[in-house]
């Protein structure tokens, strides 16, 4: 098959064997895959990528010695392996999160070589995984559930509830996500913070109530406005008052150093910060803060099938605007290009794959 296959720092297109589906595995041709954030990483820096996967218990291949990337699919069944319980004909369009595990091992889908993703034509996915794509929704649209359910996962365990304040920080695809899927919930007010006015529109589209360009100024200073008290003292009267205290949520959707810092200088006593954005770097922080203010730290990665399952049907029933965010679309041959531009947050934000 075609394929877009990682050498060393750059890709190529060219021919791979077609991948075979072993036991409870379905073969499937690639209807549309998104363009990722984190591939852009990898490819950039394959030893940083290779190393926060290792330390956080995963199993790294090195994108230098050749990968097909490509974790946010949309796919049509072609072949039902052995062992399958053929619920789905072959002709039907699927999508699912990348998860796979049989008899060549465990791994990601496009993170792994026995398991190419959606940069080429064909890959082979778990029967058990998969969600048949809703009748009317574009495959080129199903394929970015799986960005969105990774913000919805954020969300999720990020305990908001109706009445707290969120603030999103960087609004690439997973940032945006963040703002739909707070939106969808009827969460409000969602404070928006990018430097690219493209993508802050983006988010306005999606239902962010404030937007700020982060050169000009932050949400930081809306505390005191919306109700938010900053200090620990503040809280403490508060409890001791019966008062109602409102909480804030700030998602951390950067993931370069130097911002986690920022947030735990400036998110109020008592709030939630949530890592989303995957910084693979060291950075320098003071703990002490986030002693004295109570803070709350939380990671998330990745979705759970069940998560990807409900992304799925709030894209399809429009509670989710996922098709807003694609900004351009390529085939096999402008893959290469398309990280390139990628690079420039005013030009795009996602670009999806059409093999």
């Not at 954020?154 to 707290?164: F, K, L, Q, T, Y």
């Not at 429009?318 to 420039?344: P, Y």
Request: hydrophobic share 45%; aromatic share 6%; charged share 20%.
């Amino acid at each position: 098959m075609r394929a877009v296959l990682t050498k060393d720092r750059t890709m190529v297109v060219t021919e791979v064997p077609d991948p075979e589906p072993q036991e409870g595995q379905l073969l499937v041709r690639t209807l549309a895959c998104g363009i990722c954030g984190s591939d852009l990483h990898a490819l950039r820096d394959p030893d940083a990528f290779m190393a926060t996967t290792r330390r956080s218990g995963g199993t790294p291949y090195d994108p230098r010695d050749g990968l097909v990337f490509g974790h946010e699919f949309a796919a049509e069944i072609v072949e039902h392996g052995p062992g399958t319980r053929r619920a789905l004909p072959a002709g039907t369009a699927v999508c699912g999160p990348p998860i796979a595990f049989g008899p060549q091992g465990a791994g990601i889908v496009g993170y792994a070589p026995m398991y190419p993703g959606g940069y080429g034509e064909y890959m082979v996915l778990n029967e058990g995984l998969v969600f048949p794509v809703p009748p009317g929704l574009d495959p080129e649209i199903a394929a970015l559930t799986e960005p969105f359910a990774v913000a919805t996962r954020a969300v999720d365990r990020s305990g908001i509830a109706a009445g707290d304040v969120a603030v999103v920080l960087g609004l690439g695809p997973i940032g945006l996500g963040v703002v739909a899927a707070l939106k969808a919930r009827g969460i409000g007010p969602v404070l928006a913070a990018d430097f690219s006015p493209k993508r802050r529109a983006l988010a306005e589209g999606l239902g962010a109530d404030e937007l700020f360009d982060p050169a000009v100024s932050t949400p930081y200073g809306r505390w005191a406005d919306l109700g938010v008290p900053t200090g620990v003292g503040e809280r403490i009267a508060a409890g001791l008052l019966g008062t109602t205290v409102r909480e804030a949520v700030v998602f951390e959707c950067v993931g370069v150093p130097g911002v986690l810092g920022q947030v735990i200088e400036n998110a109020p006593a008592g709030s939630t910060v949530m890592l989303v954005g995957v910084c693979m770097r060291a950075d320098t922080l003071e703990p002490g803060l986030a002693v004295n203010k109570e803070l709350t730290l939380r990671g998330t990665f990745g979705a759970h099938p069940a998560e990807y399952g409900a992304t799925l049907e709030a894209i399809a029933d429009g509670r989710i605007d996922a098709g807003s965010i694609v900004t351009g679309t390529v085939g096999l041959d402008g893959v290469a290009q398309a990280f390139t531009d990628l690079a420039a947050p005013d030009a795009h934000a996602k670009i999806v794959v059409v093999p």
